[in-house]
């Protein structure tokens, strides 16, 4: 029975119908079990390649352990947002630590890393303002870019005179009180990292301000400390923002940068005023998450084994596995069509790697992209390995 509004429900109706004619309805299968190196989906079990729990921290018994405790101390839920009283030390504690873990003055949490874009951007830029943003930058970022009513400048990826002329002609027009640069930290379709010293080079020559997300580099470059660090360029980005999700295991996200920036944060950005303040369980696990990282590079050192191996392997078996440059491995089918039908035949062979295509990324140039874990064995990538082979023969991918 149809109720509300028949318009709704026609441009609901049209919408869907086109989107499923066209291949392009995503349906979500639900897991049956951890997000670790094998899933079960219907029962199935598979071969789980497409994660970003790149250390296998989402399941770790001591990120396990240290939110159990504080779900026991503190209850499951803060309460409140940070500003009224929903900041426990405990919140207190995981900034200090993520300072720490950045090499920054000071640093602030939000409920995830999407949020934390929604925040940041518009904390400090407005109409009066432009953002140089890279055309491949994150969803998360291009949303908070628009939310600040800044005039959105896109340079092509990656490419620092395209960066360095719409720098120089945005600064020369006048028009601008403020210019921020932003881009990924590493690009998680290609797994590209950013040119930061480059960027660095223009922002200096423009007085931009820096921005990086690196959502895919934290716990991944730089030894574990993240894309800016992997550069040395800690102290020359103005905000250094992570996720707590991927690589850390848990939920949530930060900004890391100079006390005056973080003190400005916690009085003027939004989801940090208006939305509810990160659960003490998920405050613990992200902590130990952070002090593990800190005190060891065990974990590190496992997924770039892992990455490197994938890689090899695919790229002997003669896949393109394009110019990736961490241990996010894509192997580019090029036809969309047929990129799902890969992926869909791995799947039933026993292999879980999703198929990335436009306007995910550029038309032609489809992938199943593999994410590589440190919880991953040698043994279950070679079957992986095996699967890749099978199908890529079966389907005249390989020859
Ligand atoms: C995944 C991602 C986010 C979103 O992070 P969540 O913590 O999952 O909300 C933000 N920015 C980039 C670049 C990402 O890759």
């Known amino acids: 029975m149809n109720v509300g509004s028949n318009i709704l429900n026609n441009f ?197 301000i820096t921005y990086v997300d690196d959502a895919h580099g934290s716990g991944v470059t730089g030894k574990g400390a993240g894309t800016v660090k992997h550069f040395g360029l800690s102290d020359q980005i103005d905000f250094q923002i992570g996720t707590l999700s991927k690589a850390i295991g848990v939920i949530g996200g930060y900004v890391a940068g100079r006390k005056e920036l973080i003190d400005w944060l916690k009085v003027r950005s939004r989801p940090f005023l208006f939305s509810t303040a990160l659960t003490p369980g998920d405050v613990a696990a992200a902590t130990k998450a952070i002090e593990i990282l800190m005190s060891s590079t065990e974990l590190h050192d496992k997924l770039w084994e892992n990455g490197n191996y994938l890689k090899r392997g695919l790229k002997s078996l003669g896949f393109n596995i394009g110019d990736s440059e961490t241990p996010i491995t894509p192997c580019v089918i090029g036809d969309e069509q047929l990129t799902q039908e890969f992926s869909k035949k791995l799947y039933q062979e026993g292999v879980y790697a999703k198929a990335i295509v436009f306007p995910t990324v550029a038309r032609g140039t489809g992938r199943v992209r593999n994410m590589p874990t440190a919880a991953h064995t040698t043994d279950i990538l070679d079957q992986a390995l095996a699967i890749y082979e099978k199908v890529g023969k079966e389907m005249g991918i390989l020859q």
């Open 12 to 208: 609901l109706h049209e919408n869907l119908t086109d989107l499923k004619a066209k291949g392009l309805y995503n349906t979500i299968e639900p897991m049956e079990s951890a997000n670790g190196p094998i899933i079960s989906i219907g029962g199935k079990k598979l071969i789980n390649l497409s994660s970003n729990n790149y250390l296998g921290l989402a399941t770790d018994s001591r990120l396990v352990d240290a939110a159990i405790n504080a779900i026991q101390t503190y209850g499951v839920g803060a309460g409140a947002v940070r500003t009224i009283n929903g900041t426990l030390d405990l919140h207190v504690k995981l900034e200090e630590k993520l300072a720490a873990f950045k090499h920054t003055e000071a640093a602030i949490a939000y409920q995830s890393g999407f949020n934390c874009n929604m925040a940041a951007i518009s904390a400090v830029m407005d109409k009066d303002d432009a953002i140089l943003s890279d055309e491949l930058n994150h969803a998360s970022i291009i949303d908070g870019c628009r939310l600040s009513k800044a005039k959105i400048i896109p340079f092509k990826h990656a490419d620092i005179e395209d960066l360095r002329a719409k720098a120089k002609a945005a600064k020369e027009s006048g028009l601008y009180k403020k210019i921020m640069v932003i881009t990924d930290g590493v690009f998680s379709m290609d797994g590209d990292i950013a040119k930061l010293p480059e960027i660095v080079e223009v922002a200096r020559e423009f007085d931009l």
